[in-house]
């Protein structure tokens, strides 16, 4: 079975290939390298120990897809591709609602012309807003507090009309909560250009001396330390929901809204100490004031995705913190060194 993997020279894309390529499928990665390097796709060639189709393309270009098309016959998208940056979001709406909304536009019209209508689709927790209480199930209400959430928000909702107006397709939406780690290699792993916004790259470039100290954004949260709790999940365990999601597409007969998280939440300060143990560095952190739009709390209720794909996170902290550790003293300058 070809898969096309849109985004997949990306963090949690690359990693997806992997298991993709070891489960038995065809994978073509189709990206156009705005946030990634093809330096990872190289680097998954030398863990699987063969050559991996790569395109360089945009989804919002449509001769890109349907050169694609017409080369392959492509049996189901996995679509990663996307702009993720939260803060950018706010300053540049129109680039998140152009490249997220038109390009899955885009990727779904050029899809249906060439009879491929199964699709994997990279939501977030960020759909969620600030949920009432934890753990969070898929039947909670959904909101967003920021155009990326709500490009998130409105690509759910639209392909969830696209299967009312042709139940033919199969839609799988993923919400992960926060990918963490690195494949255990230490060869790949997150890449972020410029200062990271989240938690565990941040943590990683202090242990390894690129920043200076953490900043814990607020300690006064109603959680057991009074900083930030989150649902950490290890990226290979993610990768793993992906094939998992694939291998029973053809099983649905509606569109099927999975969390993928491990339903443990940890704090800012475990995620320091863990890594800490993990590195034998120190990571050096000051408590800052609260970053606009947080919230105190968010974890999954992980139970549907083990019932409905037989999935769960396997991996601990300590792992999803070694591994993040082997790939950041490994690359401290990711992938720059050999671009
Ligand atoms: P990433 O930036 O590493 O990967 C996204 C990839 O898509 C990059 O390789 C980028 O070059 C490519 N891309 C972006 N726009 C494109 C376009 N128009 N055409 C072709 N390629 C394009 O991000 P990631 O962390 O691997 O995230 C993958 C997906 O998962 C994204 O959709 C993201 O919103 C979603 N997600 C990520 C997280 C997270 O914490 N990393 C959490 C929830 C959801
Ligand atoms: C962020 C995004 C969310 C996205 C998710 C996964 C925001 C407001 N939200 O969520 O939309 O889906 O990433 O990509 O950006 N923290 C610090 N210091 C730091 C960085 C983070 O204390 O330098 C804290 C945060 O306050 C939070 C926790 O660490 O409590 C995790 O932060 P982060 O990794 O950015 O993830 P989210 O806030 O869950």
């Not at 849109?6 to 705005?34: K, P, Q, R």
């Not at 967003?144 to 709500?150: D, K, L």
């Not at 890449?191 to 814990?216: H, K, W």
């Amino acid at each position: 079975m070809h898969i096309l993997v849109t985004g997949g020279a990306g963090y949690i894309g690359s990693h997806t290939c992997i298991l993709l390529i070891e489960a038995g499928y065809d994978v073509i990665v189709f990206d156009n390298f705005s946030n990634a390097s093809k330096e990872s796709i190289k680097r998954v060639e030398k863990i699987v120990g063969e050559e991996i189709t790569l395109i360089e393309g945009d989804i919002r270009n449509r001769d890109d897809l349907h050169n694609v098309f017409n080369m392959y016959k492509i049996d189901a998208v996995i679509h990663f591709a996307g702009l993720k940056a939260v803060g950018e979001s706010v300053e540049k709406p129109l680039k998140y609602y152009d490249n997220n909304i038109h390009g899955t536009i885009v990727l779904c019209e050029v899809m249906a012309e060439h009879h491929c209508k199964s699709i994997v689709f990279s939501s977030s927790a960020t759909v969620y807003g600030d949920p009432h209480t934890t753990p969070i199930k898929e039947n909670f209400p959904l909101s967003a507090t920021n155009p990326y959430g709500r490009s998130k928000l409105f690509i759910e909702e639209m392909l969830r009309d696209l299967y009312i107006s042709d139940n033919a397709w199969k839609v799988v939406l993923l919400r992960y909560f926060n990918p963490v780690g690195a494949h255990t290699s230490g060869t790949i792993g997150e890449d972020p250009y410029g200062i990271p916004n989240n938690l565990m790259p941040f943590i990683a470039q202090t242990a390894v001396g690129t920043r200076e100290y953490l900043s814990v954004f607020g300690d006064d949260y109603d959680t057991h330390d009074g900083t930030g709790v989150r649902d950490y999940l290890h990226v290979m365990d993610l990768a793993d929901g992906h094939v998992k999601a694939l291998d029973k597409i053809n099983n649905f007969n509606e569109v099927i809204t999975i969390n993928l998280g491990t339903g443990t939440g940890y704090s800012v300060l475990d995620m320091v100490k863990a890594f800490e143990k993990a590195s034998g560095k120190q990571v050096p952190y000051k408590i800052a004031p609260r970053r606009a739009g947080d919230i105190a709390k968010c974890f999954a209720d992980a139970t549907y995705a083990k019932e409905i794909l037989g999935w769960e996170a396997t991996r601990s902290i300590d792992e999803m913190c070694q591994d993040s550790w082997r790939w950041q003293s490994n690359n401290p300058n990711g992938y720059k060194k050999e671009d």
